[in-house]
């Protein structure tokens, strides 16, 4: 029995293939089933970066959006300075979507700070 082995797959294009074992024993592509012989594969699906598509401030408020993908959800966090000691704060949780889709998001900035820091993590 194989273990499945989580890793983390790089940004590009990927395709997983998989070859069964048969209750024979032989693997589905042996070559003695000639042109049978077969190696399922999956659909090209290609990991990217998350981006910020576009921002824009009205007054104190900032509206950014970013491309979310179905089945992912995504927490929004900020903060009003890169300096460790200061935590994470969550803005707001993005639940997953039925369908790739712009997610926009409204940060309504009631803080004294002139700026604020903001990322999107994949939970």
Same mark, same amino acid.
């Given at each position: ?15 997983? !293939?998989?070859?069964? /074992?048969? !209750? @024979? ?9 000639? &042109?049978?012989?077969?190696?399922? #594969? +999956?659909?090209? *699906? ?7 598509? @576009?921002? /824009?401030? #009205?007054? &104190?408020?900032?509206? *950014?959006? *970013? =491309? ?12 009003? +300075? ?7 704060? +969550? ?18 900035? +009631? #803080?004294? @700070?002139? &700026? ?6 994949? =939970?």
């Amino acid at each position: 029995m194989n273990i499945p082995i989580a890793m983390r797959l790089n940004y590009g294009p990927h395709q997983v !293939d998989v070859v069964g /074992k048969l !209750d @024979s024993g032989l693997y589905q592509d042996d070559p003695m089933f000639g &042109t049978n012989a077969v190696i399922s #594969s +999956t659909p090209v *699906f290609l990991i990217e970066r998350l981006r910020i598509a @576009s921002e /824009k401030m #009205s007054g &104190t408020d900032m509206h *950014f959006d *970013f =491309p979310g993908h179905a089945g992912e959800s995504y927490t929004v966090q900020y903060r009003d +300075t890169l300096d460790a000691a200061q935590v994470w704060a +969550t803005l707001t949780n993005v639940p997953a979507q039925p369908a790739d889709a712009m997610q926009l998001i409204t940060d309504v900035n +009631t #803080s004294s @700070s002139p &700026t604020r820091f903001y990322r999107v993590r994949v =939970p």
